[in-house]
């Protein structure tokens, strides 16, 4: 590198730590320094110098043969705000699941010369890459291991943190069986076609979230990969996605619902164009059972709203209907919630829905926001906290929202990042 480039890169990665406090994505001087210490862009060869210190966009570095990212070098935002929650410090013993080698090297730094690191990958080309730029940047002492993370790396455990930074549909017991005591998981969790960042740790026999965030990531291989469920409701031009498997015996037939006279109801809910909802979303996924992700080609735009709203792919089916949420504008940088729905109950499913969002605008919109639990599969209800529930393949996955309070109805709650 040039000398010329060199400034450039020191110039860009100042500002990106400058952005990433605006942000809220870096909080501490510690997560701060390591941003400034690790040269991300010895991990990004081939990229731009400002694609590499874009504090909000990750590089993508390996694509599948449709073309779908499989492995990328991930934001500095989501990283930051993962080493947040990490809370890596001097002497500790951690594991990074998927490989990219910024990641690891800024792991690598944070534990210091007393610490060891261990990233993991299923992907040959991955860690061939991971291993050699860790090398050059003079990070060698990390450990780099081909496996399938469902099974974790016995040999270097116990963790005191695991960071996971693939999309991780459940938790495997590895990951939980190779905590240390005292340990912490980072991990982006899918619910409800919904990931967020869950900061984990042990209370008892499951894990209670000390903090969540709102991220998206390439989806995990191997033993740990799920696939979807498709229920079409225009062929495969529109279709809702259910990453959690059907809530029901049987899926119901609604390729041709949307032929059916489009019903909605508004709020009197408004928002902001700069304003986070996206605990609105996981509202929405608490309260109706058969929620899911609407996924539409762009020509079918019209057929689910008018031309000056929006939709947005949170969406829930009702027996023989399906609604979805949307907006549309009031005033300059205002709009309004609201619900549209096709079917035979497409009415009284489009208030059902509308009638939720003003319940979370009373009771939960500038709250904390919902505690999750991992609990070993075996766990009976009655132990489970209420709200949702999710079985998934290893464990028992919960939502559960604070009661209403004063407190919770009174004041603003600005997040980092809107909708998903």
């Keep these: 590198m040039t000398m010329v480039d060199g400034s450039r890169a020191d110039e860009l990665r100042e500002a990106m730590i400058g952005a990433l406090r605006e942000m809220g994505a870096v909080q501490s001087d510690r997560v701060a320094e390591v941003f400034r210490a690790v040269p991300r862009h010895l991990f990004t060869p081939g990229a731009p110098l400002e694609d590499a210190y874009d504090p909000r966009d990750a590089v993508h570095v390996k694509r599948d043969d449709r073309g779908v990212p499989i492995s990328t070098v991930s934001s500095p935002q989501l990283q930051g705000s993962m080493l947040e929650q990490a809370d890596i410090r001097p002497g500790m013993t951690a594991m990074e699941i998927g490989s990219g080698g910024v990641n690891a090297a800024m792991m690598s730094w944070l534990t210091g010369p007393e610490g060891q690191v261990t990233t993991v990958d299923i992907d040959s080309d991955v860690i061939e890459r991971a291993r050699r730029l860790l090398d050059a940047a003079g990070y060698a002492r990390v450990n780099v291991v081909l496996a399938d993370a469902e099974n974790g790396v016995a040999e270097h455990a116990p ?39 869950l900061e984990l740790e042990r209370e008892g026999d499951h894990l209670v979230s000390r903090s969540a965030m709102i991220c998206g990531f390439v989806a995990m291989q191997g033993a740990g990969a799920n696939r979807e469920r498709l229920v079409p409701l225009r062929g495969t031009r529109v279709a809702l996605r259910f990453d959690d498997g059907w809530p029901g015996e049987r899926v119901p037939d609604m390729d041709r619902v949307l032929d059916t006279t489009r019903a909605e109801a508004w709020t009197g809910v408004t928002i902001g164009g700069t304003e986070s909802f996206e605990t609105l979303q996981l509202w929405l996924a608490t309260a109706f059972p058969g929620f899911g992700k609407l996924r539409a080609d762009a020509d079918q735009r019209s057929v689910l709203v008018d031309d000056d709203n929006l939709w947005f792919d949170s969406a829930a089916v009702v027996g023989d209907s399906v609604a979805y949420l949307t907006t549309r504008r009031v005033e300059p940088g205002v709009s309004e919630f609201g619900a549209h729905a096709f079917g035979p109950h497409a009415t009284d499913l489009a208030e059902a829905m509308a009638e939720q969002v003003r319940i979370w605008d009373r009771e939960q919109r500038h709250g904390p926001g919902p505690n999750f639990g991992v609990w070993p599969l075996n766990t009976p209800d009655e132990r489970l906290p209420e709200g949702l529930v999710i079985n998934k393949r290893h464990h028992r996955v919960t939502i559960s929202w604070p009661a209403a309070t004063s407190a919770t109805t009174g004041q603003g709650n600005q997040e980092e990042t809107q909708g998903e």
């Design 159 to 197: 963790y005191d943190r695991i960071i996971v930074t693939v999309g991780a549909w459940d938790i495997p017991p590895a990951w939980v069986n190779q905590l240390a005591p005292g340990g912490r998981l980072v991990v982006p969790l899918r619910m409800r076609g919904l990931t967020r960042s």
